[in-house]
C-alpha cells in the first residue's frame, strides 16, 4: 500500500513515473515506523519482486533521433507489451526463487508458467470484478451480493487454474535451505550481471559456478537436531534425528491389548 501512495502521489504532483524512487521512498517510510521490517519475510519478498519488476522493464538502450520520431505500429507496440510481460513475469519469479528456498525449502519452478496465466487473470477479471460488485453492494446495501453467481463461477475458473499447475508432477521441488551468505553471494553476482553490457559471456559461467558451489555452502542435517512427527494410527510419534547421526523416536504407541510397545 505504502509503494502505490508514493508512486500515485509523485505522479500527482507531476514528478513524473520513476519507479526506483518511489520504491526507494516507501522502503524509507517502512523502515521509520517499523525498522524490523528488513527482517520480515513478507518485506523481503515483495520489496524485492517489485524491484525486479521494475529492472525488468527499465529500457537502457541508446536511441538515436530517428528511433525517437519513428511512429511505432499496433504490431510493434503488442510485441513489446507481450515481451515486457514475458520479462517481469520471468524476473519476478526466478529472482526470488533464492529468498524462497531459503524460508520454504523449495523450488516452485511452475511458478514461472503459473504466474503468466495466474497473475493476470486475478489482476484483469477477479479483482476487478470484485471491486465492481463491491461499489454495487454500497450503492444498494439492501440487496444480496451483486453479480454473485459471476462472482462465484470467476473464482472457480481461478481455483482450476492453481489446481491444475499445482498437479502438474514435480511442480515444487524440495530442497535444502541455503546459508544466507550463498543467498547474498547469488544477488551480489546477478546485480554485477545485470549492469554488465555482455551478459551472454557471463551467463553460462555463472550458472555452472552456482551450480557446482551451491551444496558446499549448504548447511548439512548432520549439523542440525531435526524433528519429525510421524502419523502412527491413534496419535502421532516424534522421530529426532541429532547431529553425528543418533536418532531418538518418542512414544511410538502401544501395542494390541493395551501392552507397552
Known sequence: AI??????TAILIGRGSRPLNSLA???????AVDPQALFSISFQLSFLTVLLICLAVEDKRERSLADLLETETWKSRVRKRFFSWLKMTAAASLGTLPLVACYFNSLPW????????????AGFVVVPLG?????????????ALPLAGLNQQVLNLFYR??????SIPGAEMHCPSPSPVFVLALFGVLAAWYFTRKRWL???????CFVFLFPFFTPSDRDRTLVDFIDVGQGDCALLRLPGGKTVMIDTGGASRDRFD
Do not use: D, H, Q
Open 110 to 121: 511452475v511458478g514461472i508458467a503459473a504466474n503468466s496465466v495466474i497473475v493476470p487473470l
Open 25 to 31: 521512498l516507501a522502503a524509507l517510510l517502512t523502515f
Open 161 to 166: 487454474a492453481v489446481e491444475l499447475f499445482a
Open 202 to 208: 557471463l551467463s553460462g559461467p555463472l550458472l555452472a
Open 131 to 143: 471491486l465492481i460488485s463491491a461499489v454495487i453492494g454500497m450503492a444498494r446495501p439492501e440487496s
Open 3 to 8: 509503494m502505490v501512495i508514493v508512486y500515485l
